[in-house]
């Protein structure tokens, strides 16, 4: 079974109605594009130490993303 489908099938319970494949994609999209940029902001963004300290290298090297 796809994963795609079971999230498929979990939101059309929520919402108690089946979804049309194109706002079924746009919610799919949607949830990969925010866990992307979650993901991104907790590594070069966020000041959590452990974090931080572990990618400080990484940050200066990108001189895209402020460190100090």
Not at 45 to 59: E, S, Y
């Amino acid at each position: 079974m796809r994963k795609g489908f079971v999230m498929e099938r979990t939101v059309a319970s929520w919402l108690g109605l089946a979804l049309p494949e194109q706002l079924s994609f746009f919610i799919n999209s949607g949830l990969f594009l925010f866990a992307s940029w979650s993901t991104l902001y907790v590594l070069l963004v966020a000041g959590h130490p452990p974090i931080h300290d572990t990618l400080h290298n990484f940050r200066h090297a990108l001189a895209v993303v402020p460190c100090h």
